[in-house]
């Protein structure tokens, strides 16, 4: 009896997952059939909410639609109860960037007091947001940061993160510049910046939208000018692990 309940049990797991592969088709037919314009999809799978799945594009935009792609939903999910936007997420977790993956050759740093925490920032020189973050970035101590200059606000921020990336003391030059609005100077002739490129290349990769992003060392991302006692609270919460 009990090797027949078993057979039974495995026939159902079977018939779930066909019925479960047969939607996904349905799916992936419906959507790229009705939506041409649609990109391609990576990924569908059930969402929380009967009846409605999940259809990821791009990596890590996500949708929702039911079990014929009748209907498409842009938007965020949130669950109400446990007051969570599951939709965010997922996307935090699709993006997430292990620290120890950071190319960090194409950062320079940052050292204050014995820099025994650490924390990774994209930022754009020409970021009036990024410029309130250092200064209230200045009360951390006892941080490493590994600086990625991130030009995306246009030409400008591409000069202004090639002389800074081409001086002579990196860190100082950054400073200077966010918190004294003291351009560097033009820099080493032959220079290479293409680190610059690159760090574009891996922010789109990672969805990094806008500047200041702030990583840390336990996966944790913060967008935006957050102040000093959040930097703290967060390079307190990845010390844990």
Not at 96 to 106: E, R, T, V, Y
Not at 178 to 207: F, H, I, W
Request: proline letters at 4%; charged letters at 30%; aromatic letters at 8%.
């Amino acid at each position: 009896m009990k090797f027949i309940s078993n057979v039974l049990v495995l026939i159902c797991t079977l018939t779930l997952s066909q019925a479960a592969w047969a939607q996904e088709d349905v799916i992936r037919k419906n959507l790229p059939l009705r939506l041409p314009q649609f990109k391609q999809i990576d990924e569908v799978r059930k969402s929380e909410i009967p009846g409605l799945y999940e259809v990821r594009v791009d990596g890590s935009e996500i949708y929702y639609t039911d079990a014929k792609a009748d209907f498409l939903i842009e938007g965020s999910l949130i669950d109400t109860r446990n007051k969570r936007n599951l939709t965010e997420e997922r996307v935090e977790k699709l993006t997430a960037i292990k620290f120890d993956s950071l190319p960090l050759k194409d950062a320079f740093t940052v050292v204050r007091g014995n820099g025994e925490r650490k924390m990774a920032v994209f930022e754009d020189p020409n970021c009036g947001y990024c410029k309130r973050f250092e200064r209230d970035l200045q009360k951390v101590d006892n941080v490493t940061i590994y600086m990625f200059l991130y030009p995306i606000l246009g030409a400008d921020s591409v000069e202004k993160s090639k002389a800074i990336w081409c001086a002579k003391d990196r860190s100082t030059a950054w400073l200077d510049w966010m918190l004294r609005e003291q351009p560097a100077s033009s820099g080493a002739g032959g220079c290479d910046a293409t680190a610059l490129s690159r760090n574009v290349e891996l922010g789109r990769k990672y969805k990094i939208n806008g500047t200041p992003t702030l990583l840390f060392t336990n996966g944790s991302r913060v967008p935006g000018a957050v102040d000093a006692k959040k930097v703290e609270q967060m390079l307190a919460q990845a010390a844990k692990g």
